[in-house]
């Protein structure tokens, strides 16, 4: 199984945020990654990695959150100068595009994780693995 990202979209306001960190928090579910974009004057879109997806859509419908998940690339990456630039590379040869990259606030020994969401993500894990990165599928979760 891939894995995934939960999605929930929050008004732009003082406290909104933090309802949805705290029904996750009640239920025992730590965030692993994090991005929230705000545009502005339209809801905030929360992007989360989290230690127990099923958990999390539970709390999070349990409280009244509309949510949605996402398929994702969890990508070991080198932690080193060109790290990024060499994954990145081997998916623009394949003519992938990525649409959300972000961090995954642990390691795989010295690398990073960072999350990936891409227009083709099987192609893109293919692409990934023959290419001597290390794609995670669901045992990002047991990190």
Not at 82 to 90: D, N, P, R
Not at 116 to 124: M, T
């Amino acid at each position: 199984m891939p894995a995934k990202q939960i999605c929930v979209q929050v008004d732009t306001q003082s406290g909104a945020l933090h309802q949805v960190t705290e029904l996750l928090k009640l239920d025992g579910v730590n965030i692993r990654a994090i991005s929230v974009l705000d545009p502005g004057e339209v809801p905030a879109v929360v992007r989360m990695m989290v230690d127990d997806p099923e958990l999390a859509s539970n709390a999070l419908a349990s409280g009244g959150i509309e949510f949605y998940e996402e398929e994702v690339i969890a990508a070991e990456v080198p932690d080193h100068p060109g790290g990024l630039h060499a994954v990145l590379g081997a998916l623009k040869l394949a003519g992938i595009n990525v649409q959300q990259l972000y961090s995954y606030l642990g390691r795989s020994g010295p690398n990073a994780i960072l999350i990936l969401a891409v227009d083709q993500p099987a192609e893109a894990r293919e692409i990934l693995r023959q290419n001597w990165v290390r794609v995670f599928d669901e045992d990002v979760y047991e990190r």
